[in-house]
């Protein structure tokens, strides 16, 4: 079978509107793929940048697939979550880029979004915090109905990858 490495880093984010940032992340994939080592999934630590508007985490990637086709090739899908001074998490944004498909070091910015939600949602997100969230977080990296969302752009998510492939050639996939 074929294999994709990918090695990297979530650098950080910038651009959000608050500071003391977190992200969740995910790696999605078709049907044909199988993580043969590394993780899917996973959150980063708090930052709290004294000095600029850039959040660093520098949370490591490293999984290892293996594939007999290229439909559903890996998705990086993330959530960026802020921080209050009390403890609780709001939603600041969802975005998603795929991992690119040639063997190389890439840096890629992954911009980011977040629903809206009615006036009523608005006007109570600005006193009381929170917001709209997405039920189904499928939607992050399948378009099927998000033309339907009323969304907000947000920040940057700033992300470091290694993409490594093995045995592509027999199967005749040219690099």
Same mark, same amino acid.
């Given at each position: ?10 650098? @950080?984010?910038?651009?959000? #509107? !608050? &500071?003391?940032? +977190? ?5 999605? $994939? ?64 969802? @975005?998603?880029?795929?991992? #690119? !498909? &040639?063997?190389? +070091? ?5 911009? $980011? ?63």
């Amino acid at each position: 079978m074929a294999e994709v490495h990918v090695i990297g880093q979530i650098v @950080g984010a910038s651009g959000f #509107p !608050s &500071s003391s940032l +977190f992200c969740k992340w995910g790696i999605h $994939t078709g049907g044909a793929w199988k993580l043969l080592s590394g993780v899917r999934e996973g959150q980063t630590q708090v930052d709290n940048p004294q000095l600029g508007d850039v959040a660093y985490w520098s949370h490591p990637i490293d999984v290892h697939f293996a594939t007999k086709g290229l439909q559903g090739w890996p998705k990086l899908h993330v959530q960026v979550w802020h921080q209050d001074s009390f403890g609780r998490s709001e939603l600041y944004g969802y @975005g998603f880029c795929h991992v #690119p !498909s &040639s063997p190389n +070091f890439h840096q890629l910015d992954c911009v $980011t979004w977040r629903p809206l939600g009615s006036w009523q949602e608005q006007l109570s997100q600005l006193f009381v915090g929170g917001g709209p969230q997405l039920l189904n977080n499928d939607l992050i990296y399948t378009g099927a109905d998000r033309y339907r969302l009323q969304t907000r752009a947000m920040g940057t998510v700033h992300i470091q990858l290694a993409v490594l492939l093995r045995n592509f050639e027999r199967y005749g996939v040219e690099c």
